[in-house]
């Protein structure tokens, strides 16, 4: 079985023996990444992406965030109390959610 270089790292600081684990022998790799990521600024961030979506309008005071429809795209169940007044946020996915009220 092939595995990456970061996840051979993981596995081969976990015989160490030690009961932490040893990060910072990868921390390069992710940080190159990230940096090779940024460069292009004609890309908006995920963070700009997502704020970009409107606050989700919810009748009940409680809302189901999956993330997506897809299960497969999604992330775990998070439920939402909506009675603040600002917009409550998911911690997964960032979607933001405000309570609909109806004036009778």
């Known amino acids: 079985?092939?595995?990456s270089g970061v996840l051979k790292t993981l596995i081969r600081s976990s015989y160490l023996g030690s009961t932490t684990r040893n990060f910072s022998l990868v921390s390069n790799q992710?940080?190159?990444h990230t940096a090779k990521w940024m460069q292009d600024t004609s890309k908006k961030s995920p963070m700009e992406l997502?704020?970009?979506v409107p606050p989700i309008k919810v009748e009940?005071?409680?809302v189901a965030c999956e993330g997506d429809n897809n299960p497969a795209l999604g992330h775990p169940?998070?439920?939402i109390c909506?009675?603040?007044k600002e917009p409550a946020v998911c911690k997964y996915c960032g979607l933001?959610?405000?309570?609909?009220?109806?004036?009778h």
């Not at 933001?96 to 004036?103: D, L, M, T």
Request: glycine share 4%.
């Open 60 to 62: 009940g005071r409680i």
């Open 96 to 103: 933001r959610y405000v309570q609909e009220h109806h004036h």
């Open 50 to 52: 997502i704020n970009e």
């Open 30 to 32: 992710f940080s190159n």
């Open 77 to 79: 169940i998070e439920f």
């Open 82 to 84: 909506l009675d603040l």
């Open 1 to 3: 079985m092939a595995y």
